[in-house]
């Protein structure tokens, strides 16, 4: 176990490097890490090595970049690369504008117009597979091997191929296709990053607003920025809080107590440790019960009630989610709640209350994963 730890606190240690000295040109490589901490959270718990596809990247890429490309404080979006040529950003906005009366996720937005979301995608990937991807595990110009194995392609791909593997990708032929989008990881690197996915998302999303703030000199706090850049807005969230209301019988979640009109809208498993905003991880609960969880894992009995819901009310939920233009996820949602309370140590404080925690060494968890998984494999 001692080594396992020494071997993860090397990982860390040289994953911070990559982070501190990443290119300072584009935020991609943010995106990037993000990306694949992320996707490594909800694979956590396969065992060996771990295969990711550009496509998939590229999903969690334009996610992580949608909320960005609106304008800011009532001017233009936020510039996120130097010098001349379209970035993921601007390609984001132009489609955005594209749709009649915009819309709140890339999920969304795929319903209402799925070849011009297809399209974006596609644009999004190429960029990726050009760079960060083959340009992630450099350190200056010395290479690091840390994170995948040798990529299929070369450091300047052509297009052609790519091109044809998404015309075949969109025409459903798996069979025909020209290029390799797989990315391997490491063995044990995805366990790795879940690990350590609390605290590394919350330090590259920092970094990424640093970044931001010194491309475009943006005059606000660097909180207020990364809560722009990364954090759904409050207005996009209080339309959901009646449906959410009417939905948990207008009590709060976590004490069961009548809500009042403090109530607020909480993400169950917190933002910070996950960035995931669907609906099924979104509950009522009082300001200060909210306050006081924090950004804190939850006892058994929570994760419990959650679970419940999760199973009898996911249909509710989806029909909430699309009257009010939002989006659910319980499959991605159930796989992260559930790879958060994977491996915890004994002295993880669970929260019970306000002011009251317990450690997660005392909690009967296993029986609680378990019925969760059994949930996850009905979805």
């Known amino acids: 176990m001692a080594a396992q730890s020494d071997d993860t606190i090397a990982f860390a240690t040289q994953l911070l490097e990559l982070v501190h000295r990443a290119d300072t040109t584009t935020s991609y490589k943010y995106a990037l890490l993000i990306a694949l901490t992320e996707l490594a959270v909800e694979g956590h718990g396969r065992a060996g090595k771990g295969e990711l596809t550009t496509r998939q990247l590229a999903t969690r890429v334009l996610e992580l970049y949608w909320p960005q490309a609106r304008a800011f404080h009532g001017g233009e ?46 644009r999004l990937e190429w960029l ?31 297009k052609r191929p790519i091109t044809a593997y998404q015309r075949a990708l969109a025409d459903g032929d798996d069979e025909l296709r020209e ?21 590394l998302l919350p330090l590259v999303r920092r970094e990424w ?25 409050r207005e996009q969230l209080g339309k959901l809080r009646p449906g ?20 607020e809208v909480d993400h169950f498993l917190a933002w910070s440790r ?72 004994q002295t993880t404080p669970l929260w019970v209350a306000r002011e009251t925690w317990i450690p997660a060494g005392a909690e009967r968890l296993a ?3 378990r019925a969760l998984t059994r949930v996850l494999r009905q979805l």
């Open 77 to 122: 979006h936020l510039r996120q690369l130097g010098g001349r040529g379209k970035s993921i950003v601007d390609h984001i906005a132009e489609f955005r504008a594209s749709l009649d009366g915009g819309a709140s996720s890339p999920q969304l937005a795929a319903r209402r117009d799925r070849s011009g979301y297809e399209r974006l995608l596609d």
């Open 128 to 158: 990726l597979i050009r760079n960060p991807i083959p340009r992630l595990q450099r350190l200056g110009k010395q290479p690091l091997d840390l994170l995948y194995d040798s990529l299929s392609w070369p450091e300047e791909p052509p």
């Open 179 to 199: 290029f390799d989008n797989r990315i391997t990881l490491h063995e044990g690197v995805g366990a790795k990053l879940a690990t350590l996915a609390p605290l």
């Open 209 to 233: 607003t640093r970044f931001v703030a010194r491309r475009n000199l943006a005059r606000c706090k660097e909180a207020q920025l990364e809560d722009f850049l990364f954090a759904p807005s």
């Open 244 to 263: 959410l209301t009417r939905l948990q019988d207008r009590r709060c979640f976590y004490c069961d107590e009548a809500l009042t009109a403090r109530s």
């Open 274 to 345: 996950c960035g995931a905003s669907a609906i099924d991880n979104l509950v009522i609960a009082h300001s200060a019960c909210n306050g006081d969880k924090s950004d804190l894992l939850v006892a058994r009995h929570h994760l419990d009630r959650w679970i419940d819901r999760l199973d009898r009310r996911r249909d509710d939920l989806r029909e909430l989610a699309e009257r009010r233009h939002w989006y659910a996820e319980p499959g991605r949602i159930g796989a992260l709640v559930r790879a958060s309370y994977d491996g915890l140590g």
């Open 367 to 369: 029986p609680t994963r």
